[in-house]
């Protein structure tokens, strides 16, 4: 009996070890939003923008498909929301609370009783009283009408989102009333903890930092077959400032050490006894606090923030080594980090290594260092790790032979550059012996791999690049895929030359995600009305156009009915925004995008994989430049050109900048891009004769 209950403990163990492993290999997705449409979110939709209670960055958001409802984070918080609100009937009616897909340690109440959560915040906070505090704060703002004030303020500027997230909205007097008031009115009712204030406070105060400080060591670049110049890795990193005495986040709140000593003045006479850190299981926190940090994982690899993506992912996978979305974030992070290195573009996707603290200054001054053949090949073996050890992955397999071509033929190394000896040994120490080869062999490839006479020595003229395919310079599936994607390579090359217009290559179906124009004022404040119309209208001109070209058009990316809006809708519009955030951060270069696999159903379903997108704004031509004085001294010593300088002058011109671009989802391919940059009075005109142009000559292609 002993015995049988021992075996089944062991089988209980590998069971739940098995589900365990189930559970961390899983691909994360991002979480797609449940139930109906909220009612809140379509009123904000269809509210007039004349109207007082037009909230134009909730509509923004929602547009952006960067608002998440009816997931289980969003059940986590509203059991939070709802001990902190009993007792408050009419503010229960009132407040809504939404999470906000956004890395920003942030938490925002808006004037119609909108709270949003952001990723970053629950990805920061260490326990559920921590973040109980916060909400308990932005409660105090709709209860205190702070939020009609700060919308009231900053409804019209340029950079509305923006300026939200990162700076301060409200009065330091406003943010320590919040403080005082969601601590006596809403917190004190609850069932949270005191203790946790302090520790609050220091998330806060902290809040640009990774989640967690761990030294980056350099194996996780090197091997035993290679490795980089000492000057590749910083002997002391930058240590983390004391912040004291600096408007720190929530970006947009006052000095957070002045707050900690207001909150625990006033929670020192206050009894801890029987509160708790966890009211709900602290499993389900976890659960919560895991999922964000993915979540703002992907959102760092979506604006090509790469080393914030890179060193997060290192510091989870310390935690969940088995995680499979973290292998893929690895991999697209340094894949990313090539092609924009290979572009020329890699200042703009990580911070300058001096601006770093921290252990992650280590990642950042390393990125530096790096050249082009050493980013490249050093994301090719990462990426060939993890398509060796998943072989049936479509999104490594494209990787892999991208980067291949990369360095094959881009940078035109020869495969007889990778030496087959580790960095370190001399030519002159290997002794290699020639032997009648009589084994049998698969393939060629396994030939050469196993041919003595083809191995590649050291050589004194070789660097660290290499040495950096050593332990798999010679897999034959490896050589089997350098020589597809040379032969795929060469056959793109010869299609490009011979392409030529023809009407018969016209596609079927052609998809459009609608068009972005946007209309400034003098001041630079965006005409939202006039930059609608001129969208709608644009769209119209692109889908009469394409019919004259009697090819269908599918319109996708938005929600096709405001005015009721469905789920199915906005889940959709959320993985077309995720994919063009991070086409356009790539600046329409040609790579394979993460982001593409949430779209293969849709774009098969559509029966094409090319989408259309144009992007445009109009300005006003400023009248204090040089032409405007040059124009004034001319008809001044000139009387006939009187007529032309009071047309100058009185005849609103304005700048036009517009973008024409054809991508391949599956490919990740730009098929066409071109470019306007205009000064015209009549700049509605230019641009719909630019795209139409421009959209005749890619369909008669």
Known sequence: MKRLLVILVWMACVCGHSGLLAQTSAVFTMPECQGAFPSVLTNALNTPRSAKSYNSLLVQLVQEGRVLYGTPMNDYVDQIAEKLLDGHPQLQNQIHFYILLSPKVNAIALNNGVI??????????????ELAFVMSHEIAHIYLHHADQVEKKNSRKKNYVTDYLNYHQHSREQELEADRVGLTTFYQNSPYSYEVLDGLYDVLKYAHLPFDEISFPRSEVETDFYHFPDNYFLSNVNPISDRSGITD????????DKRREVAKALAYSLSNEGRVKFWQDKSSFEEVNRTARLICIDLFLQIHQYDKAYYNTFVLQKIYPEDAFLKRASVASLYGMAKHKLDGSANNVYSPYKEVEGEMQQVNYFFTKLTRNEWSVLALRNAWKAYRENPGDEYYEQVVLDLMKDVFVTEKMQYN?????????????????QTADTT?????????????AAMVLPNK??????YMLVDIHRDSLFFAMLNRAQADAVNEQIMDAIAQPSASAAPKTLLIIPPEVHVYKKNDQERVEASQRQSQHLLKTMTHTAKKCKVETIVGGHLEDAKHPTTAQYNDLMKWQRWLRDYAN???M??????????????????????????????FYSFSTFNKYFYLLLTLSHPLMIPVGIADFCVPVRTT????????????KTKMSRGLNEREASNRVLLDNFVYTQLRSYLAR
Do not use: W
């Open 116 to 129: 949003l959560i952001t990723t970053g915040l629950l990805a920061q906070v260490t326990n559920e009283a």
């Open 249 to 256: 986040t929530l970006y947009t709140h006052p000095n957070v």
């Open 417 to 433: 550059d990778f030496c087959d000896f580790p960095q370190g040994m001399l030519a002159e120490d290997i002794h290699l012996e």
């Open 440 to 452: 049998h062999y698969e393939s060629k490839y396994d030939r050469l791999k196993n041919n003595p």
């Open 461 to 466: 003229k070789f660097k660290t690049v290499n």
């Open 586 to 588: 790539a600046k329409a």
């Open 590 to 619: 040609s790579m394979t995008y993460l982001t593409a696999a949430d779209l293969e159903a849709f774009m098969d379903s559509v029966g094409t994989q090319q989408v259309c997108y144009v992007g445009a704004e109009h300005r």
């Open 657 to 668: 900048h517009a973008q024409f671009v054809v991508a391949d989802v599956q490919s990740g």
